[in-house]
């Protein structure tokens, strides 16, 4: 009886070890229930946010929960911003591999995201005597209105990823041992409106209990503070890590790849503006003239982005950080190219053993820059010119044959007018500043494209800040943000697709290309209109059909709308999809696949985006409306439409129905309603426009109509036209007549040779305008005929310089004869002047008879003024009776150049 008695005993004493041994482990693998939400009391706090809101609930609810009775209900009602941040304290916990936290969350929003706020005990702020904290961004939430488990795991390899950048901000004495977690965060923002989220069931794995520590934890981070995307505004990407101090940036073939990871580099001329607000736009990466500062370098590695710029000149290249490209600016004269060359091999042997890339923007000579650099753009303006988006389509195609094979091919387009052209309307206009800006869907075309035809990255250029507080600004932020969100959804065709043919549309004025990946096809089709580059065509309402040949059987058709992902309507014939496209989109996307994972990422990235975007059109479509009402009440004696104040009407209805609808997150029924007002806004000033544009043969001859918010101002001009004229002639020699006269009075050609090609201007008898001769200019291919056409203007002349007297109206005649048309794509001739600029000039590919040309500028203080003919295709044109006057003033109205004597009764009930 006794052995048993001890037998009994020993194994008690085993299990009371066992059980003292377990609870004494202070990490447990198996995961632990750190809130239930079962109790009456809310544990959810508010922190910082840029987003005003005002709280309209925070209890504790019972019914509808996630496990158990009850859950913790948070409802706001926000205003514009991009982060709301409210904390659940935790015991700390250690950062060690194996930790994890997770939660359950129902909201009537997608978009919520999970983090954690990091503590670094070692290692003290001087600006507070606080431990240095830092956030984790983790999940998001996706479908709306059901249970989402979202949370974080890798929080120790994020951590040390984030460590060389702390190093760097708070200097090498940061210490990251003994790091751990004090709180868990949710980022409640996703969009203006009512938003209402529950919260259920938080749990941790790996929780290794801190003893003895100073929490932080109802300490409110500084925004400065923040780390990942928490703190940026209108943020595009879902978690983004701190780029290590010298950047890893390569060009492998034609793909960029940043840290290794392909990307599409998404770059703004830097202006001084925050960089959370660029970063939050969408970009990527920063232009610099000059190497950023110390001080600019921690910025962008804190807001993980990059930089263009040119190289250090008094330190080593090697030592810069975060650069994504060295841009070595191109000098003029006769060498520029072998100094550029000289100097790109230079930079790449003092950037160290792995070179950053090369980027050259190419005026010309592409085949040579290109060889000698990495990276290759060139600038042609695509808005606000005389050349249509279709030119600038087939341009943007056709020089990409003059760049090397191996280089990658970026796009430069400008955000705004450039400032000879800004200068030369304000003169126009007798303003000081005269609020000028583009159309949100002409960026956006131009943008898509430049994609559609190959580039795999964007330089946006900006002439000042993207901050400043001004409707033509906030107009340019939501446009800009649109794009970069379209362009994040698509972004692995855009870096590494290959192009494809075999896709017609029903359409000529429907642009389509496709880039195709190993295991889809996206499908990019632009819609074009005559004059889209001033004033955007509404869309009309007939079916385009594309055909895609080579399609495999078992692919399906899908839609990458603002709203969602779509099923495209499509039939199959025999190795072939016929796709139409849909009727409200400018900028088609659609995705050709069999694969279900790429169907799977793609709704991921829709969700990510989508309700933003959504916002984004509604805000710009309002920005349309009011524009369009404000030009409406601005014009004199304007002629009362019905149907411009039918559609004003009309789509002041559809924007406050597309706002409630959105505000109840019915997301695809409140589009529809913004596709509606846009289309009858575009009606609106598409009509506006054209009223004054349809007069003139160009309407570049005025550039008071190169946007649709300038239309007042063509109004009053041209009421004061009606009581100008023209003066006597002060362009000497330019009745084309005496040779010896256009030489000794000024005028010169400039030439620029090219392999392939030959050119000549003289006097000649054939069919002139008026007197004996007309000036000819001809360009032709040699012997060797390489090329079809040249690469930029082999031949240009530039007429006797004029001094023109201050704050006066000038106009510019002269009469063209073009016996061939000429190409398009080329742009064929362009007529510019010294006042204007080349962007204001007039491009012109047809007059088989003589055809008079016209432009009318305004002097500054004190001005000169030459007028450039350049011939930049193979043929031949004739010039004559150039002349450049100054208005007068006159008692009765004048006909304005390029008028007809029939439209003078139009013109005489408008009054200055």
């Known amino acids: 009886m006794k052995a048993p008695r001890r037998q009994t005993w020993f194994f008690l004493r085993i299990i009371s070890v066992v059980i003292f041994c377990i609870t004494s482990i202070p990490c447990c693998a198996l995961a632990a229930v750190i809130e239930d939400f079962e109790s009456a009391t809310t544990s959810w706090k508010p922190l910082e946010g840029d987003a005003a809101a005002s709280r309209l609930d925070h209890k504790r609810v019972t019914g509808n929960s996630h496990l158990g009775a009850s859950s913790e209900l948070i409802a706001l009602r926000f205003s514009q911003g991009s982060y709301a941040f409210y904390g659940h304290a935790i015991s700390p916990a250690r950062v060690v591999p194996d930790l994890s936290f997770s939660l359950w969350v129902k909201s009537d929003r997608p978009g919520i995201q999970f983090a954690v706020q990091v503590v670094f005990p070692r290692s003290r702020d001087p600006r507070t005597g606080q431990p240095i904290t830092t956030r984790i961004l983790g999940d998001r939430a996706g479908q709306p209105d059901q249970w989402n488990q979202i949370g974080i795991r890798n929080i120790d390899e994020q951590v040390s990823g984030q460590v060389t950048a702390l190093r760097s901000e708070h200097g090498p004495q940061f210490d990251p041992r003994e790091a751990y977690v004090d709180m868990v965060l949710l980022n409640v923002y996703t969009g203006p409106g009512l938003m209402r989220v529950q919260i259920d069931d938080l749990e941790g794995e790996g929780l290794l209990n801190v003893q003895n520590v100073s929490t932080v934890t109802q300490r409110v981070t500084s925004p400065s503070g923040i780390r990942g995307m928490g703190n940026l505004p209108g943020t595009t990407g879902a978690n983004v890590q701190l780029a290590p101090p010298r950047s890893e940036s390569a060009s492998n073939g034609q793909v960029i790849e940043l840290n290794d990871h392909a990307a599409v580099p998404r770059i703004i001329d830097y202006n001084g503006e925050p960089l959370s607000l660029l970063r939050g736009l969408g970009f990527n990466a920063i232009r610099t003239s000059r190497a950023p500062s110390q001080q600019l370098q921690r910025e ?541 000039g007039i491009n012109m590919t047809d007059a088989t008879e003589w055809t008079e040309f016209s432009l009318m500028r305004a002097t500054g203080d004190s001005d000169t003024l030459n007028l450039t003919v350049e011939l930049a295709d193979v043929g031949q044109i004739f010039l004559d009776d150039i002349t450049v006057s100054i208005y007068e003033g006159t008692r009765g109205p004048e006909i304005a150049p390029g008028f007809d004597a029939a439209a003078v009764d139009r013109f005489q009930t408008y009054q200055p």
């Open 300 to 840: 962008l590695l804190r807001y993980n982005m990059w930089s263009v710029s040119s190289p250090p000149e008094t330190r080593s290249p090697a030592e810069q950080s975060a650069v994504l490209a060295w841009e070595l600016p191109i000098t003029s004269g006769a060498d520029a190219f072998s100094d550029f060359a000289i100097r790109a091999a230079d930079l790449r042997l003092l950037d160290g053993q792995k070179p950053r890339p090369v980027l050259a923007i190419a005026p010309n000579r592409v085949h040579d820059y290109s060889q000698h650099s990495e990276i290759i753009a060139t600038r042609r303006p695509p808005l606000g010119t005389s050349q249509t988006l279709t030119d600038y389509a087939k341009w943007t195609q056709s020089w990409g044959l003059f760049a090397s094979p191996s280089a990658t091919r970026w796009a430069v387009i400008p955000t705004q007018f450039s400032p000879a052209t800004q200068r030369q309307v304000s003169y126009l206009a007798q303003e000081s500043r005269v609020p000028m800006g583009f159309q949100p869907y002409q960026l956006e075309k131009a943008v898509f494209l430049a994609i559609a035809n190959g580039v795999r990255g964007i330089v946006f250029e900006s002439n000042s800040p993207l901050s400043e507080d001004h409707p033509v600004d906030f107009a340019r932020r939501t446009t800009l943000d649109i794009i970069n969100r379209r362009i994040e959804l698509i972004y692995p065709w855009i870096a590494q697709g290959s192009p494809r043919s075999g896709a017609i549309s029903s359409d000529p004025n429907v642009h389509v290309s496709m880039l195709a990946t190993d295991t889809a096809i996206l499908l990019i089709a632009v819609r074009t209109g005559p004059e889209d580059q001033f004033v955007v065509d509404p869309l009309p309402e007939r079916t385009v059909n594309v055909r895609v040949r080579g399609v495999p059987m078992a692919s399906e058709a899908h839609r990458i709308g603002d709203s969602g992902i779509h099923p495209v309507n499509h039939s199959r014939g025999l190795g072939d999809m016929q796709i139409q496209l849909d009727a409200s989109e400018h900028v088609s996307l659609i995705f050709l696949t069999q694969d279900p994972r790429v169907i799977r990422e793609m709704r991921r990235r829709s969700d990510e985006h989508r309700t933003e975007i959504v916002r984004l059109r509604m805000e710009a479509v309002n920005h349309e409306f009011e524009l369009a009402r404000s030009v409406q009440a601005a014009l004199e004696s304007p002629s009362e439409s019905p149907a411009i104040r039918r559609n004003i009407d009309s789509a002041w209805a559809d924007i406050r129905q597309a706002r409630t609808l959105y505000e109840e997150y019915n997301l695809q029924t409140a589009y529809d309603y913004v596709t509606k007002a846009e289309r009858k806004v575009a009606a609106v000033q598409r009509q506006q426009w054209a009223q004054w544009a349809s007069q003139y043969k160009f309407p570049l001859t005025n550039p008071t109509l190169i946007s649709h918010d300038l239309v007042p101002f063509a109004s009053r001009l041209q009421g004061n036209l009606n009581y100008l004229r023209p003066g006597t002639n002060t362009l000497p020699a330019g009745d084309m007549e005496d040779l010896t006269f256009l030489l000794s009075s000024g005028w010169i050609q400039v030439r620029a040779p090219q392999p392939g090609f030959e050119s000549a201007v003289e006097l000649s008898p054939q069919q002139p305008h008026g007197g004996n001769y007309a000036l000819s200019m001809r360009v032709s291919p040699d012997e060797q005929g390489l090329y079809a056409r040249p690469e930029q203007a082999p031949i240009s002349v530039r007429s006797a310089t004029v001094q023109v007297p201050p704050d006066r109206l000038v106009l510019i005649r002269g009469w063209i004869r073009i016996p061939q048309p000429l190409s398009s794509e080329t742009g064929g001739v362009l007529i510019h002047d010294t006042l204007g600029g080349r962007e204001l």
